[in-house]
């Protein structure tokens, strides 16, 4: 790694940071994911890709546009990691010194360059819910439907990827704290809990019969799922789903033990009646750190 870092040009070290970062998400072999991440955005800031001047990914130079392309895949990294552990963004958008891409074209030919705007697309919409968590919820919300609505076949036919990235735009909304007293609150949380209810389905499916590769992002996000649904008023429905999240952790906890302070959170919340004292415990016994949002919804469900 040092004479990777000592050696190679700047494009080639981001590339390989970031390459090491997603694997990291993956395997417990390639070291912490956050610290990579941090590693690959100093790089690249250190060099520049973060602005217009060595970086644009419809530029005429193949330069400029592996830069772009290297630094807009870095920032839906950053977006994607930072939210599911609650942390600040390694690089806010104000500090970004050039345009994001054109907004998507899905009669263009290019599907991949399609793909990445979409994808950068979704992480502004995460990082506009986290940054302006006091405005109109029900504005995001419509955003995130209309994002998910015009997505092109090529993310839509991915499998279980328009529902994970749907469903952790919700998650963001959720951990607004202006929710619960938003006048579409009702509304929303009737939409929230139908998609939760189809992608814990869905992914328990996808993880058991091993067509779907056990991801870290993947706990969080069942976990969260989890325990907001075992926090709600109990109905056979939400006990499938929360018994279907029960059963992914299982499989993730086989590859990352980490989660498996999760599952026992999620059991005793399942097992009602749970005492606060007990919950509060297991909370502090996660490897993993729990974020206040989260820790409020656990606590409250009692």
Known sequence: MPRILSQSNDLAVVQCLTALAICSLYTTYCGSSWHLLGLAMTRCISAGMHTSRVSDVSSDSESKRQNGRAFWTLYILDTHLSTAMDRPFCLNDGNIMMSPPVSPQPTGTDTELIALRYLIQHAQLLRSIRNHTDEDLLCHFVNLCHWKETLPRALSAGGLLEDQLHARGLV???KCPSFAQDPGRDMMLGRIEEHFVGYATSIEHQLTSQELAPGALDGYLIFFIGAFTASQ?????????VLQCLSSLTILSMHYTAFQGFRRI????????SSHEHL??????????????VQRLIVGSV
């Open 233 to 241: 008023p109990h109905t056979q429905e939400r006990q499938r789903c």
């Open 172 to 174: 963001e909304l959720l």
């Open 266 to 273: 999620l059991v005793a919340m399942q097992s009602r009646p």
């Open 280 to 293: 509060k415990s297991l909370v502090a016994a996660s490897e993993i750190a729990i974020s206040c949002h």
